[in-house]
């Protein structure tokens, strides 16, 4: 029988100038382009991109979502993303965590779990 919540997520929509360039910048993080919808041609992007289970939405439509957002994503490779983008990492209660700035200014916080 299956779990009542395998099919249940979230996954967070950063808005995204240019989607090609945000999926590139996300790859140093570790993710990678699972698929992209166009409505047509010329149309805005709209790309999922994934890192194990952890999973993010990259849209160009304007409406979806604002830029300055903040979300926070566990990974295990703090110190390596650290010196990968040259940020310090801080020393919180719960976690060593590290603050970055994605090209369209999304900011995430990534604390090892």
Do not use: C
């Not at 979502?65 to 110190?79: G, N, Q, S």
């Not at 369209?104 to 916080?109: E, I, K, P, T, V």
């Amino acid at each position: 029988m299956a779990r009542m919540d395998e099919d249940e997520d979230v996954v967070p929509i950063l808005r995204v100038r240019d989607a090609g360039t945000a999926v590139a910048w996300y790859a140093r993080l570790g993710f990678k382009k699972i698929w992209e919808h166009r409505f047509e041609e010329g149309f805005p992007a709209f790309v999922e991109i994934e890192r194990g289970k952890v999973r993010l939405f990259l849209s160009e439509h304007e409406g979806d979502a604002r830029p300055d957002t903040l979300i926070y994503l566990r990974l295990r490779e703090v110190a390596t993303l650290a010196q990968e983008f040259g940020v310090e990492i801080t020393q919180a209660p719960w976690a060593q965590e590290i603050e970055l700035r994605d090209p369209d200014g999304n900011r995430l916080r990534i604390g090892a779990p």
